[in-house]
């Protein structure tokens, strides 16, 4: 059964608008989330984290937000670039080592 | 450019081969990752290494075997396996001790089983 999950499997978003990414979770032991960046070809790429004791992290254009009584979390893009192109994979731990990892999102931004 | 490498970057094998996966990473990082990913699928933990001890083994089959020979170097040993088995193999590493910290990942293995 998989504890995070990642429901839209695609978005398409205009240039410069905001993307939107959510992910949901089940196991209320994570304490760590990520999300990670994927290009064909290559490994996942960190791109942003947030501990259970906060329910905001920025990091320019890339905000994560945090809902722990929902167990959802979700990632904002803004201003959303061509080169943001990817498929983007949402994942939560806990006892620092075990990462479990959404199905991934594609996000496709036009020009 | 990552900063963990694996190679090969693709790998042929019968079902009968022996081989190896190797990853490197020079980060001072000391705990590192094995990861399996499918077609559309997430990556799944396989097993995790924390200062060169297994600490975590997700119920993987024989047929996999890992090795940490030192703080830098990780390796993954692959005997009879199966056409199932094919799939995209990634390298992982993270700081230890210092709380919470991501994966830093490599560009993978590709292996392909006939």
């Known amino acids: 059964d998989q504890q995070v999950k990642q429901n839209s499997p695609s978005l398409s978003v205009q240039e410069g608008r905001i993307s939107i990414l959510n992910c949901d979770y089940t196991?209320?032991?994570?304490?760590?989330f990520l999300w990670y960046k994927k290009y064909p070809a290559e490994g996942p790429t960190f791109l942003i984290s947030?501990?259970?004791?906060?329910d905001k992290n920025e990091d320019g254009r890339f905000t994560v937000f945090l809902n722990k009584s929902a167990k959802h979390l979700s990632l904002h893009i803004v201003p959303s670039q061509p080169g943001d192109s990817a498929v983007y994979f949402c994942?939560?731990?806990?006892?620092?080592?075990?990462?479990?990892f959404g199905s991934g999102t594609k996000l496709n931004v036009k020009p | 450019d990552t900063e963990v490498t694996q190679t090969p970057k693709h790998l042929v094998m019968g079902m009968t081969n022996k081989k190896s996966l190797k990853c490197e990473q020079h980060?001072?990082?000391?705990?590192m990752y094995w990861y399996k990913q499918k077609a559309k699928k997430p990556p799944e933990l396989m097993f995790v290494?924390?200062?060169?001890?297994?600490?975590i083994n997700e119920s993987v089959p024989s047929r996999f075997s890992p090795e940490c020979p030192n703080s830098s170097l990780l390796n993954l040993h692959l005997h009879a396996l199966q056409p199932e088995d094919s799939a995209l193999y990634l390298c992982?590493?993270?700081?230890?001790?210092?709380?919470?910290?991501?994966?830093?990942f490599g560009n993978g293995t590709r292996l392909t089983v006939t």
């Open positions: 947030i501990s259970s004791i906060k």
């Open positions: 980060m001072g990082h000391r705990a």
């Open positions: 994942a939560a731990g806990y006892n620092f080592n075990k990462f479990y």
């Open positions: 992982a590493s993270s700081q230890e001790g210092q709380g919470s910290s991501p994966l830093h």
């Open positions: 290494y924390s200062y060169e001890k297994l600490s």
């Open positions: 196991n209320s032991m994570f304490d760590y």
